[in-house]
């Protein structure tokens, strides 16, 4: 009898996938990507209205043997009612034979995967000397890219958080000291923008004006915008001595170039700094900043490497198909 295996954020995060473990696979995903060895179409997006939009995000390599397609809903409001603002969920195929092999939570997915991304160009663009970590948002993006920064900048020692809810700054400041770093909680997002690496986690909000200042990160800071950069002035970006993004034809592609706070074109890609066609820094006072839509392929990459561990450890629920 054919199964599916069906992994629930419980699941996924009982596996424990190393951030080690996460950007190896990306970085391999990466490799195959370009040497044009994978299939990887710009997300689709649904919009509703402000703030409202479903999305669907599709991509195929040949190792390991699998397609994926990742369906998410966001809903700006979805504080009202208690929820994540972003919501989906991850179908697994076989790539040779199309048959479905596993559905997973795409939440929890998600933060591995974009916390790995960043990670990623940061083991590129980053100083490895970097020692301070500044956050403008405190939701769960912010807590992956804790861990996962920190695993490729293990000189890091200090975090600065930075909410438009003190509690969220306050909680994940607590966790910072739990896990061994100094912590504070920063009134102003200035704060944060002083650190050698920074995080901004601001989530869509209707009416949200931009409000940071590209010309007010020190000189050898890595930026890691998770969130295509709305909190950004966008006239000012350009003045980063490095632009990356994660990968080059999606942030061409139009949709997806109009939600970018800065359009492009980028100095980087992830593709060609894993292939090294393209430099990371050469300078340790450049400022670097990595902004990005997030991108089909990280999402099979971390998928192929959870359903793995998954194998490994028996966890997981498994239907008839």
């Not at 996924?12 to 990887?40: C, D, M, S, Y």
């Not at 076989?94 to 559905?103: E, H, I, K, R, S």
């Not at 632009?243 to 942030?251: G, N």
């Amino acid at each position: 009898m054919r199964r599916l295996l069906y992994l629930s954020s419980e699941d996924i995060a009982a596996l424990e996938i190393k951030p080690r473990a996460a950007r190896e696979a990306l970085a391999h995903a990466f490799r195959l990507h370009a040497e044009g060895r994978t299939h990887v179409q710009p997300k689709l997006t649904v919009p509703i209205g402000p703030g409202h939009f479903f999305q669907s995000l599709c991509a195929a390599m040949p190792d390991p043997p699998f397609a994926t397609t990742k369906w998410i809903g966001v809903a700006a409001d979805n504080d009202e009612r208690g929820l994540p603002n972003v919501n989906g969920l991850i179908v697994v195929s076989d790539f040779t034979t199309g048959v479905p092999v596993a559905v997973l939570d795409g939440n929890s997915l998600t933060v591995l995967r974009t916390a790995a991304m960043s990670a990623l160009a940061a083991s590129y663009l980053a100083r490895a000397d970097s020692s301070t970590i500044g956050f403008i948002g405190c939701g769960a993006q912010a807590y992956g890219h804790l861990a996962s920064l920190r695993d490729v900048l293990p000189g890091l020692r200090k975090a600065v958080c930075n909410s438009r809810r003190r509690s969220s700054a306050e909680k994940l400041a607590v966790y910072a000291r739990e896990i061994g770093l100094d912590a504070e909680v920063a009134d102003h997002p200035g704060e944060a923008l002083a650190c050698d690496v920074v995080v901004t986690t601001v989530p869509a909000q209707p009416g949200l004006e931009p409000f940071l200042d590209a010309s007010l990160p020190r000189p050898g800071c890595f930026v890691a915008a998770v969130d295509l950069g709305r909190p950004w002035r966008g006239e000012a970006l350009r003045t980063f001595d490095i632009l990356a993004t994660d990968d080059h034809a999606q942030a061409a592609d139009p949709a997806n170039r109009a939600k970018l706070r800065y359009p492009g074109p980028f100095d980087a890609d992830l593709a060609s700094l894993v292939a090294g066609t393209a430099t990371g820094r050469t300078d340790e006072g450049q400022r670097a900043m990595f902004l990005f839509p997030g991108f089909a392929l990280g999402d099979l990459a971390i998928a192929a490497e959870v359903i793995a561990e998954a194998g490994r450890t028996g966890r997981g629920l498994h239907l008839p198909l």
